[in-house]
Nanobody
């Protein structure tokens, strides 16, 4: 199965910044899109941001203007730059791949890694 390794989490004060990274196989990484999920205890897992293999991006409304997703296809690395962090951003962040079916990308994400903890203190 696909292996994804997230890193870069930590504890920051509100208003601070963190940059998350996710490493994956280049072959799998470049087939379809990638995304970042987050989940806080007692909350549903939330899709935060996605990026297609061609670089088109989406963001959940709550992080627009603060978070930036990017990818380095040559190295199989996904990034999430998080600025102006808020306490409500506290969660475990997971990267995930968009699943492919034949020659098509499905719009469904899976294969998330172990996650990296982001804690924002007010």
């Amino acid at each position: 199965h696909v292996q994804l390794v997230e890193s870069g989490g930590g504890s920051v004060q509100a208003g601070g910044s963190l940059k998350l990274s996710c490493e994956a196989s280049v072959a799998i990484f470049t087939r379809c899109g990638m995304g970042w999920y987050r989940q806080a205890p007692g909350r549903e897992r939330e899709l935060v941001s996605t990026i297609t293999k061609d670089g088109a991006t989406t963001y959940v409304d709550s992080v627009k203007g603060r978070f930036t997703i990017s990818r380095d296809n040559t190295k199989g690395t996904l990034f999430l730059q998080m600025n102006s962090l808020k306490t409500e951003d506290t969660a475990v962040y997971y990267c995930a791949v968009e699943l492919g079916s034949g020659t098509s990308c499905t719009g469904h994400f899976g294969y998330w890694g172990q996650g990296t903890q982001v804690t924002v203190s007010g």
